[in-house]
C-alpha cells in the first residue's frame, strides 16, 4: 500500500520561507513522479508543482514560478517543496501525491492523481 506523509508546514510571516517534506513508502519511489498540490479555504484543489520519476523536469502553477521549487531524494524516498516569498494566498493545505501510470514517464503528476497523503497546513501571515 503506498503512504505519503508530508511534514513542515506551519506558520509563517509574508516573505518568508518554508520547505516542506513527503516520505513515501510502498512503492518503487524512484520510479514516478511526485507532485504538490494545494487547497485553499472555500477553493478546490489545484496543482502546485510536479517533478519526473528521474528529476530532469520540473513543472509549476504559474503563480509559484520563481518562488518555489521541488525537488527530490530518490535514497531518501522524499520529495521536497522549498517555497520561498511566501505570500498570503500560499496559505493552504497542501498535498503531497503520485500516480502509478506516471512509472518512468516525461509525465508530471496528473490532475486527480491516485494517491494522496494527508497534508500539512501552511499559514502565511501578511
Known amino acids: 500500500q503506498v503512504q505519503l506523509v508530508e511534514s513542515g508546514g506551519g506558520l509563517v510571516q509574508a516573505g518568508g520561507s518554508l520547505r516542506l517534506s513527503c516520505a513515501a513508502s510502498?512503492?518503487?519511489?524512484?520510479?514516478?513522479?511526485m507532485g504538490w498540490f494545494r487547497q485553499s479555504a472555500g477553493k478546490e484543489r489545484e496543482f502546485v508543482a510536479s517533478v519526473t520519476w528521474n528529476g530532469e523536469d520540473t513543472f509549476y502553477t504559474d503563480s509559484v514560478k520563481g518562488r518555489f521549487t521541488i525537488s527530490r531524494d530518490n535514497a531518501k524516498n522524499t520529495v521536497y517543496l522549498q517555497m520561498n516569498n511566501l505570500k498570503f494566498e500560499d496559505t493552504a493545505v497542501y498535498y503531497c501525491?503520485?500516480?502509478?501510470?506516471?512509472?518512468?514517464?516525461?509525465?508530471?503528476?496528473?490532475?486527480?492523481?491516485?494517491?494522496w497523503g494527508q497534508g500539512a497546513l501552511v499559514t502565511v501571515s501578511s
Open positions: 510502498g512503492l518503487t519511489f524512484s520510479r514516478y513522479a
Open positions: 501525491a503520485t500516480d502509478l501510470t506516471t512509472y518512468c514517464s516525461g509525465n508530471g503528476v496528473p490532475f486527480p492523481p491516485e494517491v
